[in-house]
C-alpha cells in the first residue's frame, strides 16, 4: 500500500527567508502523481504545486519549488521569501496515474515570524 | 465559477442524531470525493462518485454513512446515529477526469461535526 509520510510536525520560518519542508512517500508504481497542498486556518485546501513522476524537472511555481528524488522517494517543497500568508498546514499527497484516490501525509503547521 | 461549496460550515449535534452535509461541487466537474480529516491528521478518503455512480467506499464508511449525488449534482453525506469518533471535518472536492496531465481535485473549505 501506498504511504506518504511528513516527518515535520511545525517548522518556522523568518519572513523574506526560505524553509524547506520534508515529505517521503512508499510505492510500487512507476506513474504517479505528487503534490502539495496549502491549507490555511479555517480555509480551502488549495493546489501549491504538482509533479509528475516521469518528469525528472523538478516542478517551479514562483516562490515555490520542489526537490523531487525517484529514487529515493523523496518530494520536499522549497519556499523562498516566505511571506506572512504562507502560514498555514502544509499536506504532501500522492496520486498514482489513473486513479482517483489520493492519499495524503499528516501535513506540516508552518509559521512565518514577522 | 464560486469553486466548491459545501454547507453547514459547523454542525454541533448529540451521540445518537443523525446528521447530513451538502456539497455543492464545480459546474462543470463530474467527478466528487469526501474525505475526512481529523485533527493532527491529513484528509482520508471516504468515497467518490462520477456523475451519480458511487464507483468506492472506503473501508472507514461504516454503515452508518450514507452518501448520494443524485443527478450527478450536488451530493449529500449523511451519518446516522453519530458517535463521539465521528467528530471531525468532512471535505468535499470536485474534479474532471483524472486521466488527463495537470488534473487536479479542488477542495470545500469543509464541514466540522462534533458530537458531544
Known amino acids: 500500500a501506498q504511504t506518504v509520510t511528513q516527518s515535520q510536525p511545525e517548522m518556522s520560518v523568518q519572513e523574506a527567508e526560505t524553509v524547506t519542508l520534508s515529505c517521503t512517500y512508499d510505492t510500487s508504481e512507476s506513474d504517479y502523481y505528487l503534490f502539495w497542498y496549502k491549507q490555511p486556518p479555517s480555509r480551502q485546501m488549495i493546489l501549491v504545486i504538482r509533479q509528475e513522476a516521469y518528469k525528472q524537472q523538478n516542478a517551479t511555481e514562483n516562490r515555490f519549488s520542489v526537490n523531487f528524488q525517484k529514487a529515493a522517494k523523496s518530494f520536499s517543497l522549497k519556499i523562498s521569501d516566505s511571506q506572512l500568508g504562507d502560514a498555514a498546514m502544509y499536506f504532501c499527497?500522492?496520486?498514482?496515474?489513473?486513479?482517483?484516490?489520493?492519499?495524503f501525509g499528516t501535513g506540516t503547521r508552518l509559521k512565518v515570524l514577522a | 465559477d464560486t469553486g466548491v461549496s459545501q454547507d453547514p460550515r459547523h454542525k454541533i449535534t448529540k451521540r445518537g442524531q443523525n446528521v447530513t452535509f451538502r456539497c455543492d461541487p464545480i459546474?462543470?466537474?463530474?467527478?466528487l470525493y469526501w474525505y475526512r480529516q481529523t485533527l493532527g491528521q491529513g484528509p482520508e478518503f471516504l468515497t467518490y462518485?462520477?456523475?451519480?455512480?458511487?464507483?468506492?467506499k472506503s473501508r472507514l464508511l461504516s454503515d452508518r454513512f450514507s452518501a448520494e449525488r443524485p443527478k450527478g449534482s450536488f451530493s449529500t453525506l449523511e451519518i446516522q446515529r453519530t458517535e463521539q469518533g465521528d467528530s471531525a471535518m468532512y471535505l468535499c472536492?470536485?474534479?474532471?477526469?483524472?486521466?488527463?496531465?495537470?488534473?487536479?481535485?479542488?477542495f470545500g473549505e469543509g464541514s466540522w461535526l462534533t458530537v458531544v
Open positions: 462518485f462520477q456523475n451519480e455512480a458511487q464507483l468506492e
Open positions: 472536492a470536485s474534479s474532471l477526469d483524472p486521466g488527463y496531465t495537470g488534473n487536479t481535485i479542488y
Open positions: 499527497a500522492y496520486r498514482r496515474s489513473g486513479t482517483y484516490k489520493y492519499i
Open positions: 459546474s462543470e466537474h463530474n467527478r
